[in-house]
């Protein structure tokens, strides 16, 4: 149930009904607009609520939110949820680039593309250090020594990082060192993976299932959500269909209808979404005019040896390109690419 508080409520009003939604055993969800505090009753279906909560004063309207999902919808919080990652920030209006290689290889590697994708002006390094694979016979990524050579490449370059995150019981330890959790297509449905992000308080990147409605998409964030982490963003990365040209097709139209239907911010991954490295730009530009918050992009130094994702992977030359041309689009539909500002050089300090 939204409760939508009149302009001129005051504080005990608001705090008189999260108190009575309490008593009757829900839990109230604060959301503060500029002109008006909206409270969402999280529980189970109990049509009297309407009515109880109607009578209270400072209340405006009460109605029942029919979507399956809740917390992810817009008409449980109209504001959009922006997200702080280190000097950035995704679902506020700027243009945010998450760019680095599918999977973490070696210290070098991690190092070379932090430097190049910075230069270019990415914001947020990406890497896999535990990989999920079709076949248990092919790389599935270094593990903790992976972190660690992340956590250095941050270091170096300021450079917060994304990793993914496979397994419930890893939770513990990829949170001491990323800056952002990523839930893969795969786990997308893992339900217990999905509380346990949920649990920690530090944003979460949930990427579509490869065969996920939006709705579907929708309530595995509402799992995250549910455990109290606000800070979720989603990732489209294509979906299967039958064409079989293209690794994924991807679904430029779920950006619109994710900003439409909830409050997070979404994030473009044209690598994943295409599987060729000479369709990433040109998606990349269509997502930035359709509204993405932000693009993921895989960049390796040679992505003809990479141990993974290779094809769709670019060179640090073809990175820069895409960031050009995405500043160009970005600009011609009102929005601003964000770069970390680049540290002066000795020469231009007065
Ligand atoms: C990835 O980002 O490297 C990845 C494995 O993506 P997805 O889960 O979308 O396949
Ligand atoms: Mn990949």
Known sequence: MIVVMRSDATENDITRVSERIKELGFK??????????????????????????????GVEDVFPILKPYKLASRDFQPANTAITVGEVT????????????CAVETEQQVLETARAVKAAGASILRGGAYKPSTSPYHFRGLGKEALEFLAQARAETGLPFITEVLAPGDVDLISRYTDILQVGARNMQNFVLLEEVGRTRIPVMLK?????TIEEWLLSAEYILSQG?????????????FEKYTRNTMDVSAIPIIKKLSHLPVIAD????????????????????????GLMIEVHPRPDHALKDG????????????????????????????????????????
């Open 229 to 241: 982490n606000r800070e979720v963003m989603l990732c489209e990365r294509g979906i299967r269909t």
């Open 90 to 101: 995704l679902g506020s209006g700027q243009l945010v680039v998450i760019a680095g290689p």
């Open 311 to 350: 094809a769709q992977s670019l060179t640090f030359d073809n990175f820069e390109q895409l960031m050009s041309q995405v500043t160009d689009v970005a600009a011609s539909v009102g929005r601003r690419l964000v770069t970390r500002p680049v540290a002066k050089l000795a020469s231009q300090i007065a």
């Open 270 to 293: 044209p690598s994943h979404g295409t599987g060729k490295w000479y369709l990433v730009t040109p998606m990349a530009l269509a997502a930035v005019a359709a509204g993405a918050d």
């Open 28 to 57: 109230p969800h604060l959301s503060r607009g500029i002109e008006r505090t909206v409270i969402g009753a999280i529980g189970r279906e109990f049509p009297e609520l309407q009515g109880m909560l109607e009578v209270l004063h």
């Open 208 to 212: 579509r299932g490869m065969s996920a």
